[in-house]
């Protein structure tokens, strides 16, 4: 680790950086090649990557990439579906001292266009699933100007692509040493931009071993034997951070391949790879339950985990009635924070149902109003964060970087409320809240009371314009039976003991499905757009 060095004359001594001594995941992954070479690192269509083969293979493609004008300081975009070059591409662009670029495989031309003008990636690496896309983005950039495949048609992609293979076999050299303290960035991690352009938070090494340690703690990884499923798609903090941990304890990591979740293939791939650790979103975990297979699971795992997207109470206690005895640990938090702020464990989780936990040893938290002053427990405040997993600021963007950390403290746009023992209970995003007649409404609240009728199979809440009140709630439902959906006076006499009338739904929408975005959250401006902004009558 370089440290600043001591200056005060009763520490005379400075620390010395030696190679391989740092709190990264590249000198992890090192030191395991050197204690544990045969120990599977990573499972992957049922071959296997050990910690040997990964620290070859990611010595390999840094040089490649060095040979290409990749060095330290430069940012490397990465356009590609689940797979182990995903690994080896961050860990060899972090091991010249450049920043990987995680991108979205399922944003249009433009959307990627943006990214890498914003980013000024200097080379994209992709695999040839997403050439077609590559090449139309090519075709209105003059850079990046290095791009590279895995497959075995990289032209696919544009003239001049250079092919992943032999670009990491080029030469067997050591590739230039770069001194990468815990400080440096590793990952520049885009938003989802649901409004406006995406914003790039910047993560470094000290913000990914702080993630490290707070999922070794939570989830329990910590023996040799564990096995941790990797479902999230790999451009989304959720892997990475997965991962994460992993290669911090030697552990193996399965990764899923990019594809539509089918509960079918998820029990054969926890069965066949003994999975011990398996964190979902919620809308996975909804399909895992109702598949009768999913008891077995019962048996083989260790810890299961949730996050990203809220989830309903009904859900929860389906999960505990599934998996009796299977700690369900609650992960909480963002992108910006690497991403745990918060955590429920596994003997809280009923006893606490429906909340994300208490903050993690990492994180300082509080609960503000609008003025940074504390609420008191039971109030909803802004749940405002500080600590060693706190990104830097927005890439090339002082002014949100400004906005984001105002009063000195992040901002995380999450409405909350804290118990007394101090769980905390997300209530709504803070742009998301719903103001009816001066009435503060959570969609949180109404979601989880609608989730549990029993015509919902899902359920999303979004406010629409009222002549009255301003604003009043619009409950867009998937219904249980597609031929028997609920109808609108059903769904108010179910909140008629559950909730304040003021916030019942006053209209209702059906879908087949609710559009969410690749961490499973729901995309609330798509559906403000599918309920319109005409008023009711």
């Known amino acids: 680790m370089s440290s600043t060095r001591n200056t005060d004359s009763r520490f005379p001594h400075t620390p010395v950086t030696l190679p391989g001594g740092g709190l990264n995941w590249l000198d992890q992954v090192a030191r395991h090649a050197r204690h544990i070479p045969d120990r599977v690192a990573l499972r992957f269509e049922g071959v296997s990557t050990t910690w040997a083969e990964l620290h070859r293979r990611v010595l390999a493609l840094a040089t490649g990439l060095a040979t290409e004008g990749v060095g330290r300081g430069d940012r490397v975009a990465i356009l590609?579906?689940?797979?182990?070059?995903?690994?080896?591409?961050?860990?060899?662009?972090n091991l010249l001292g450049a920043l990987a670029v995680p991108l979205n495989f399922r944003l249009t031309a433009d959307e990627i266009t943006f990214i890498l003008k914003d980013s000024g990636s200097v080379a994209l690496i992709a695999d040839q699933a997403l050439a077609p896309a590559?090449?139309?983005v090519r075709g209105t950039l003059s850079s990046p100007a290095t791009c590279v495949v895995v497959g075995a048609d990289p032209a696919q992609a544009g003239p001049e692509t250079l092919n992943y293979a032999d670009l990491a076999g080029a030469s067997t050299a050591e590739p230039p040493a770069a001194d990468i303290d815990e400080r440096w960035p590793a990952l520049i991690m885009y938003t989802s931009g649901t409004t406006g352009h995406p914003k790039?938070?910047?993560?470094?090494h000290l913000n990914l071993a702080g993630q490290s340690g707070t999922l070794i703690r939570y989830w329990r990884l910590h023996l040799d034997d564990d096995v941790n499923l990797c479902a999230s798609p790999m451009f989304h903090i959720a892997a990475l951070g997965t991962i994460a941990p992993s290669i911090a304890t030697g552990g193996t990591t399965v990764i899923v391949p990019s594809k539509q979740f089918d509960p079918d293939d998820l029990l054969r791939t926890v069965e066949s790879e003994r999975v011990t650790h398996l964190f979902l979103v919620p809308a996975q975990w909804q399909q895992v339950i109702a598949h009768p297979g999913a008891p077995a699971l019962a048996t083989r795992l260790r810890a299961m985990s949730w996050g990203a997207a809220p989830a309903s109470v009904t859900l929860l206690q389906a999960m505990a009635d599934t998996f009796p005895g299977v700690p369900n640990v609650a992960v909480f938090g963002q992108t910006e924070m690497s991403p745990v702020t918060c955590a429920l464990e596994g003997e809280d989780a009923l006893r606490k149902i429906g909340s994300v936990g208490r903050p993690v040893p990492a994180v300082s938290v509080r609960v503000v109003d609008e003025e940074m002053r504390d609420v008191a427990p039971g109030e909803v405040?802004?749940?405002?964060?500080r600590g060693p997993t706190l990104m830097s600021g927005y890439w090339n963007n002082p002014e949100a970087t400004a906005e984001a950390f105002a009063g000195g403290w992040f901002h995380?746009?999450?409405?909350?409320?804290?118990?007394?023992?101090?769980?905390?209970?997300?209530?709504?995003?803070?742009?998301?809240?719903?103001?009816?007649?001066?009435?503060?409404i959570y969609c949180a609240e109404v979601e989880n009371v609608l989730a549990g009728h029993p015509a919902v199979a899902d359920v999303a809440i979004v406010g629409a314009p009222h002549p009255r009140w301003g604003e009043t709630p619009v409950a867009v439902v998937v219904p249980a039976d597609p031929l028997a959906p609920p109808t609108l006076d059903e769904l108010t006499e179910w909140c008629q003991s559950r909730l304040a009338s003021y916030k019942k739904p006053t209209r209702l929408q059906v879908m087949e499905a609710l559009p969410r975005?690749?961490?499973?959250?729901?995309?609330?401006?798509?559906?403000?757009?599918?309920?319109?902004?005409?008023?009711?009558?």
């Not at 590609?80 to 961050?90: D, G, I």
């Not at 790039?200 to 470094?204: D, F, K, M, T």
């Open 517 to 537: 975005n690749a961490s499973g959250k729901v995309l609330k401006p798509v559906l403000r757009q599918a309920v319109g902004t005409t008023p009711p009558d």
């Open 200 to 204: 790039g938070a910047v993560l470094s």
């Open 381 to 385: 405040g802004e749940i405002v964060y």
């Open 134 to 136: 590559v090449a139309a």
């Open 412 to 440: 995380s746009g999450d409405l909350v409320r804290a118990d007394e023992e101090g769980f905390v209970y997300v209530v709504d995003r803070k742009k998301d809240m719903i103001i009816s007649g001066g009435e503060n």
């Open 80 to 93: 590609m579906t689940n797979r182990p070059e995903y690994v080896e591409a961050v860990l060899a662009i």
